[in-house]
């Protein structure tokens, strides 16, 4: 079974940065894409970034362009999240999760990480 464990949240004034990690247990093939989701007291869910395993192709949602940047480490199964510029709308519960590539919706989901930045 996939297990995927968030880690890097805390609390940043605005324009700091943080690193989020997300490792990655149980996946035995590139055939996977890793996001990086988000949801805010009283906000619907929202999808941040993602990666293919396969090729490393990027998506990221536009109000992050820019100040975010996804990687991963395929040899020790772990996707990175870099958060440069962060302001207080991007504090949330941050999770990671893995789906199949070429599918909608994610299958597994790693426990949130808190991210608070202060104005």
């Known amino acids: 079974d996939v297990q995927l464990q968030a880690s890097g949240g805390g609390l940043v004034q605005a324009g700091g940065s943080l690193r989020l990690s997300c490792a990655a247990s149980?996946?035995?093939?590139?055939?996977?894409?890793i996001g990086w989701l988000r949801q805010a007291p009283g906000k619907e869910r929202e999808g941040v970034a993602c990666?293919?395993?396969?090729?490393?192709?990027?998506y990221y949602v536009d109000s992050v362009k820019g100040r975010f940047t996804i990687s991963s480490d395929n040899a020790k199964n772990t996707v990175h999240l870099q958060m440069n510029g962060l302001k207080p709308e991007d504090t949330a519960t941050y999770y990671c999760?893995?789906?199949?590539?070429?599918?909608?919706?994610?299958?597994?989901w790693g426990p949130g990480t808190q991210v608070t930045v202060s104005s």
């Open positions: 999760a893995a789906k199949w590539r070429g599918t909608s919706n994610y299958n597994y």
């Open positions: 990666i293919g395993l396969i090729d490393n192709s990027t």
């Open positions: 149980g996946i035995t093939s590139d055939d996977y894409v």
